[in-house]
């Protein structure tokens, strides 16, 4: 019975050691700013994109579900989601999944900014590509905050259109990622 005790006290102090390491949110925002000079419009946001890290291994992930990006206009949240473009219907989340570069030198546990690299694969539609983000951790009071700002080109992706061609939309649209654990 003793045995059996010592087994099971072990394993819960090991299991919540473990869950401590991996930290979840339900509610990362993710932003795509596509404006150009002829078109202010074509700006989204979705705040409700799954993330998680690993503060051991510096393992981070990002999963968007397409529909659930926000525009002010209808009409470009259609083309957003339609055939030519992230095709929602076929292909319904884009993700990220990286390391962080050096995770060592981010002090998960103590107050502070850190610049780290990730790098990463990104999928969007049925292309995965490697992506290199830039971005900044924030470590307050035990809560962390990941903050990126990056481009993606969207032909890289399979991604071209008449608007694209135009320039009413950018080739390369800004992304923004937002994520407090």
């Given at each position: 019975m003793m045995k059996k005790t010592i087994l099971l006290v072990a394993l819960v102090i090991s299991t919540g050691y473990l869950f401590a390491q991996k930290k979840t949110t339900t509610s990362a925002t993710v932003s795509f700013d596509a404006t150009t000079p002829k078109d202010a419009l074509?700006?989204?946001?979705?705040?409700?994109?799954?993330?998680?890290i690993n503060?051991?291994?510096?393992?981070?992930?990002?999963?968007a579900s397409v529909k659930n990006f926000a525009f002010s206009n209808p009409k470009i949240q259609d083309h957003f989601n339609g055939d030519k473009w992230f095709n929602s219907d076929k292909y319904p989340v884009f993700s990220y999944s990286g390391t962080i570069e050096k995770v060592a030198k981010v002090?998960?546990?103590?107050?502070?900014?850190?610049?780290?690299?990730?790098n990463g694969t990104m999928k969007i539609r049925d292309v995965s590509k490697s992506e290199k983000v830039k971005g900044t951790i924030t470590v307050v009071g035990g809560k962390i905050k990941i903050?990126?700002?990056?481009?993606?080109d969207l032909p890289d992706y399979g991604i071209t259109s008449t608007q694209i061609d135009s320039g009413k939309v950018a080739k390369e649209p800004k992304v923004s990622v937002t994520a407090e654990f």
């Open positions: 074509p700006k989204a946001t979705n705040n409700t994109v799954i993330g998680s503060t051991t291994t510096g393992d981070v992930a990002f999963e002090k998960f546990t103590k107050d502070g900014t850190y610049s780290v690299t990730v903050a990126a700002d990056f481009e993606i």
